[in-house]
């Protein structure tokens, strides 16, 4: 017999010194203290007075801390002992796509012929990049069924806006500019869509999901007409559910005149298996930092690509990377809608992306996607009967399940078993999303964890609901977390009493 | 090839046998046949190991010049500072680069103190009591800035500086075309500085400090152009001139977006970079992206959250202000600590070494024949000059010498920055260069 193996996903070891609150930054500084130091240049050594107009030159320097780069190395290094990240276990946070990032794309990005390149070097000199930045979009146009590609929105919801300019170019293109005014999206979107729509310059139509948790086609031909600019959908949708009738709503809205735009936020569930263009979208937005993982960086860099089908590429945002007969430019396709990034998006993170790609090829993608949708569905089966599963139906990446019997019999709440979960050495699903499902839970393990961490998730939450059975009550979960470097944030404090610099502690 | 899924054969056996699925196949049920692809169907090449994919990215960065093959010149928002190894060392720490949105406070008081650290150094560089959390780079944060101002004013003229940085501009015009604002341009006068006042009301008055020529633009005068119109003041702001330079928050803006790029972040070719975002206090309720506050956990401990969240788009949905959901949170940590290996002195010494730069070469410069001042108003660490041949040529030609010379502004005008690592010998190199090219 082989000894019983351990879940390499669980965190519930880490180690941690003491409660105290770690003292701030500007806590630390001491008048006089430096950590920084310059290059030997040989320039002249000129005065401010001598290089500046008196009427512009500061009377002292702003008031940054004055730390040792021995106290500034501790701080910044104990912060990170308070945090939780996928590198310490299992993050599974509906919707995000928290995989394990490969060190392979950190490495290439600290690359010196990646990093060190200006934004504004003249094409000539940077061919490597340009063959970068082509390559990639090649790849993702083939991934998604489309024609060509913007790189520069820096995050999906900047995708989003973008690909709705692209739609507002499209329409005033054919002269209906004026006549277009809506845009339709399923209540179950994230809430970046409807956001996007109205800085988009349409307003938002919300179409209901039927009782099997996609778009109800009937109450979407309901609201279809000619002054539809077009709809915007994820697919698999936020339960984490495939529109299985997905061909038809994009024929309903292209048959009035109208453009679908496909939210890539859960383009991991589906890599290699089909791809957007085949369903009939015209425009696509991809989060690398999901599906291409780029590591999310406590909330950004991302970086949101755009892909269209081949009419709409001359409305692209520019200058693009193409390729030459003898080698590689830039170019602004002549309709362009404009630049919507200072430069050319957020590269660095572009190339991590492009690496993953590389990394997996076309194979290793599409395993990619079999094994988020195998893990996902392996843990939607293990909790049946401990949650409820509002739509328990084959699922793709994600799938939602819900404290709602339970909070009736013993008041456990969606948040509660957040909270009590990390207890346990497991980062929470996504709570109360999506909005049609009450009590929810959005759990999307990814593809890079374990059988036997998915198996130790399984037995946690179910302990979790058990500890509520037997006890009669949440009280347990209410009083969670204990383990972690502070309690239960007081959220309604810090609205109620908002300090959001040093400066305003005792205002 | 290389494979990041741990799963074995006898894994997904077991799986698929837990869910009564008899192959992987069988997952993709609710995938209709007609669009559903057999494997290997999609045009990718086969995976590689990691060896070969480092590999090949080797051979990419190897087909770029950088450093010292092509020592850099060039600014217009992107610019070539030294970045503290601190930086890279602890910024880099798997916790800070692998955590998401901070949705879950108690075990994210790491990321969420890091960045409340950040608000306060932006405040404090700005002169403005609120700064959120970031944005993605200068010019989607002069954007949101715009748009701030026109949500506050109900004004949807926007009447930004012809010294603002062209791209700033066209991220503005851009996104201009679905919130319907209407942007205006204010000319500048001889010395390069924008010639206020300007006729009608306006939204948003928006400024560059200093601006795209280099030139320190008085943001006193743009402050009485703004309440002449009725306006609210934008100012992008270059951060690290406020190592010398008045923050423009005491000088009456009511919005400051910039770049933090400067402070410790490679070119990366452009991005991620970060957006700042300050403002009056009185505008926190229209404050786009996230704000961290501070307040105290079950025990009474200091604690850290993302507060006023019922601003943001995912509560405010079609009702919100901005669509901001990821920003650039592992950016601000650099930014954050960069400022801290800097402090007070090391901010001043930086700005101040970049002027003495800027001060030498721009002398060098126009010792040459030909090559005139495009501009006569006082600069910092960016400068502009015509040439006597067109400038696209010149930076041509100085790249076969070394260089990346600067960035053309129309035919003949080029702009030049120098920061702090640029040497002596490296000013007076460029200057024979650009001797030897322009003649």
Redesign the interface.
């Known amino acids: 017999m082989s000894p019983p193996m351990s879940p390499g996903g669980r965190a519930a070891s880490i180690p941690l010194m003491g409660r105290d609150a770690e003292p701030t930054l500007f806590e630390l500084s001491a008048p006089g203290r430096s950590a920084a130091s310059f290059r030997t240049t040989g320039v002249p050594e000129w005065t401010a007075e001598e290089l500046v107009p008196a009427e512009f030159l500061r009377s002292e320097a702003p008031p940054l801390p004055e730390v040792s780069e021995r106290d500034l190395t501790a701080h910044f290094t104990r912060l990170t002992h308070r945090q939780y990240a996928v590198d310490l276990g299992a993050y599974p946070l509906g919707s995000c796509t928290m995989k394990y990032n490969p060190k392979l794309c950190d490495e290439v990005a600290t690359l010196a012929g990646l990093a060190a390149a200006h934004p504004a070097a003249p094409a000539a000199t940077v061919q490597g990049w340009l063959e970068l930045l082509v390559a990639l979009e090649t790849a993702l146009c083939e991934i998604t069924g489309m024609a060509a590609a913007t790189l520069q929105p820096p995050a999906g919801a900047a995708g989003e806006l973008t690909g709705l300019l692209l739609m507002r170019a499209w329409h005033g293109a054919h002269g209906e500019g004026q006549r277009r005014t809506r845009v339709i999206i399923p209540d179950s979107a994230h809430g970046t869509n409807p956001a996007s729509v109205t800085l988009g310059g349409y307003t938002v139509t919300t179409v209901p999901s039927d009782e099997r948790g996609c778009v109800d086609l009937a109450a979407l031909r309901g609201v279809l007409g000619d002054d539809v600019a077009g709809i915007m959908l994820t697919n698999p949708n936020t339960l984490g559910l495939f529109e299985e009738e997905i061909v038809d709503i994009a024929a309903a809205v292209h048959d009035v005149g109208g453009l679908v735009y496909y939210d890539g936020a859960n383009l991991n569930a589906i890599l290699g298996v089909c791809r957007p263009g085949d369903m009939g979208f015209d425009i696509v937005h991809m989060n690398l930092h999901k599906t291409f993982a780029v590591p999310h960086g406590g909330g950004g860099p991302g970086a949101g690509p755009v892909a269209v089908t081949a009419p709409l590429a001359d409305f692209l945002p520019g200058p693009r990377p193409v390729r030459t007969g003898s080698g590689y430019a830039w170019t602004t396709p002549e309709h362009s809608i404009g630049r919507v990034h200072g430069w050319h998006g957020n590269t660095l993170a572009l190339a991590r992306a492009w690496s993953y790609i590389v990394a997996n090829g076309g194979d290793g993608l599409r395993r990619v996607a079999e094994r988020a949708v195998l893990n996902a569905t392996w843990l939607r089966h293990r909790l049946r009967g401990v949650y409820d599963i509002p739509f328990d139906r084959p699922n793709m990446h994600e799938f939602v399940a819900s404290t709602t019997a339970l909070k009736k019999a013993t008041g456990l709440r969606a948040a509660d078993v957040a909270k009590r979960l990390l207890e346990e050495g497991f980062h929470a699903p996504t709570v109360y999303f999506p909005l049609i499902v009450d009590e929810a839970l959005m759990i999307e393990p990814t593809e890079t964890e374990s059988l036997e961490t998915l198996a130790a998730l399984g037995d946690a939450l179910q302990r979790i609901a058990d500890e509520a059975t037997s006890a009669g009550n949440a009280d347990a979960a209410h009083a969670a977390p204990r383990t972690t470097p502070v309690g239960r944030v007081d959220e309604a404090r810090a609205a109620r009493h908002l300090i959001a610099t040093f400066d305003a502690r005792g205002e | 090839?290389?494979?990041?899924?741990?799963?074995t054969a006898a894994?997904?056996a077991?799986?698929?046998d837990?869910?009564?699925?008899a192959s992987?196949d069988e997952?993709?049920?609710?995938?209709?046949a007609?669009?559903?692809?057999a494997?290997?169907?999609?045009?990718?090449?086969?995976?590689?190991?990691?060896p070969d994919?480092?590999a090949?990215?080797?051979?990419?960065?190897?087909?770029?010049?950088?450093?010292a093959e092509?020592v850099?010149f060039?600014g217009?928002?992107?610019y070539?500072h030294?970045v503290?190894a601190?930086v890279r060392?602890?910024?880099?720490?798997?916790?800070?680069?692998?955590?998401?949105?901070?949705?879950?406070?108690?075990?994210?008081?790491?990321?969420l103190?890091?960045?409340?650290?950040y608000?306060?150094?932006v405040?404090?560089?700005t002169g403005l009591?609120?700064?959120n959390?970031?944005l993605?780079?200068?010019?989607?944060a002069a954007v949101e800035g715009v748009?701030l101002a026109v949500a506050a004013t109900a004004n949807q003229r926007v009447l930004v500086s012809a010294a603002v940085?062209p791209?700033?501009v066209?991220?503005i015009?851009?996104?201009a075309?679905?919130?319907?604002h209407v942007v205006d341009v204010a000319p500048l006068d001889r010395s390069g500085a924008t010639a206020w006042p300007v006729q009608g009301s306006a939204g948003a008055v928006v400024v560059q400090y200093p601006n795209y020529l280099g030139v320190?633009e008085?943001v006193s005068a743009a402050r009485a152009a703004a309440d002449a119109a009725g306006a609210f003041l934008v100012v992008i702001m270059d951060p690290v001139a406020?190592?010398?330079?008045?923050?423009p928050g005491p000088l009456g803006a009511d919005v400051v977006v910039g770049?933090g790029q400067v402070f410790g972040t490679?070119?990366?070719?452009?991005?991620?970079?970060v957006g700042l975002f300050a403002c009056r206090q009185e505008h926190?309720r229209r404050l786009p992206g996230?704000?961290?506050?501070?307040?105290?956990?079950?025990?009474g401990?200091?604690?850290?959250?993302t507060?006023?969240?019922?601003r943001?788009?995912?509560?405010?949905?079609?009702?919100?202000s901005?669509?901001?959901?990821?920003?650039?949170?592992?950016?601000a940590?650099c930014c954050?600590?960069q400022?801290?290996?800097?402090?007070?002195?090391?901010?001043?010494?930086?700005a101040?070494?970049c002027?003495?730069?800027t001060?030498?070469a721009r002398e060098s410069l126009l010792g040459i024949a030909g090559v005139e001042p495009l501009v006569d108003g006082?600069v910092?660490r960016e400068f502009a000059v015509r040439t006597p041949v067109p400038a696209a040529t010149v930076?041509?030609r100085m790249?076969d010498e070394g260089f990346?010379a600067g960035?053309a502004i129309d035919d003949d005008g080029l702009l030049i920055a120098v920061t702090?690592?640029?040497?002596?010998?490296e000013?007076d190199r460029f200057a024979a260069a650009m001797d030897k090219v322009t003649r």
Request: net charge negative; glycine share 8%; charged share 20%.
């Open positions: 090839m290389a494979d990041f899924t741990p799963h894994d997904i077991s799986m698929l837990f869910c009564g699925l992987l997952l993709w049920t609710t995938v209709p007609a669009i559903r692809l494997a290997g169907t999609l045009d990718l090449d086969p995976g590689r190991s990691e994919t480092i090949e990215f080797e051979r990419l960065a190897a087909a770029n010049r950088v450093g092509l850099c060039a217009g928002g992107a070539d030294d503290a601190v060392r602890v910024a880099f720490r798997a916790e800070y680069v692998t955590a998401y949105t901070p949705y879950q406070p108690e075990v994210a008081q790491g990321v103190q890091a960045l409340f650290e608000q306060t150094l405040a404090r560089l009591p609120i700064a959390a970031s993605y780079d200068g010019a989607t748009n940085n791209r700033t066209e991220v015009r851009t996104l075309a679905g919130t319907g320190i008085d406020m190592g010398l330079l008045r923050s770049d490679p070119l990366s070719f452009g991005g991620p970079y926190v996230r704000l961290v506050g501070e307040t105290v956990d079950v025990n401990t200091t604690s850290y959250v507060t006023l969240r019922t943001e788009q995912d509560i405010r949905r079609e009702k919100a901005s669509n901001v959901c990821t920003n650039q949170t592992l950016i940590v954050a600590i400022l801290g290996w800097l402090g007070a002195s090391g901010l001043r010494e930086m101040l070494r002027a003495r730069g001060r030498y006082p910092l930076i041509d790249a990346l960035i702090e690592r640029r040497t002596r010998d000013i």
